[in-house]
């Protein structure tokens, strides 16, 4: 959030490359960008040595990688509505909240935030929705570990090899149900957004 505030604010050369590096896992094979992220938190690497000997996380095929490897696959699902957000933000009112005396986080969280609870509320919901179906990261980088790393896309995917299709279908249509009713609830919400703003 306080990223997407910064490049909806900022005039900064940087910002086009800083806009193409979050949105680079939306056109990046997911298993190349896992293949990175594999390498990045490996503790063959400084970081993943760092984290492994010093706070005692193990990163690779661990629920906690998962986590982390699915923020970056999804950064960009989460970043993008949220600029278009704030940049939509009547820029008087910002300024207002300037010569108040607020800083630009308090600006962010106590004016921006709450006038633009659709942008909030897509970002978040198609976010995680984006996150839980996710397959090549996660993959990549957890494994199919029972009880620790196999996610539902992943579980589809072994009940299809081994023919047990009658589960692939349940989990399947778990999945499609779920992805209708988030984006029926990201839909719904914003129709009553605009109607009150029409009103």
Known sequence: ?????????????AKPFLEAMTALPIVLPPSVLGFYILVLLSPNTAFGMFIEEWLGIQLVFSFTGLV????????????????????????????ASYLAGKSKIQTMYFVALPNMKPALLSALIITFAHTVGEFGVVLMVGGSIPEETRVASIAIYEM????????????????????????????????????????
């Open 1 to 13: 959030m306080p990223f997407a505030w910064w490049l909806s604010q900022t005039a900064s050369r």
């Open 68 to 95: 982390i490897a699915s923020c970056f696959y999804s950064l960009p699902f989460m970043v993008q509505p949220l600029q278009s957000g704030f940049e939509s933000l009547n820029k008087h009112m910002l300024e």
């Open 160 to 199: 299809v090899e081994i023919m047990a299709y009658d589960k692939a279908h349940i989990y399947s249509a778990i999945m499609v149900a779920m992805s209708f009713v988030v984006l029926l609830m990201v839909y719904v919400f914003n129709h009553k957004q605009k109607k009150i703003g029409i009103v």
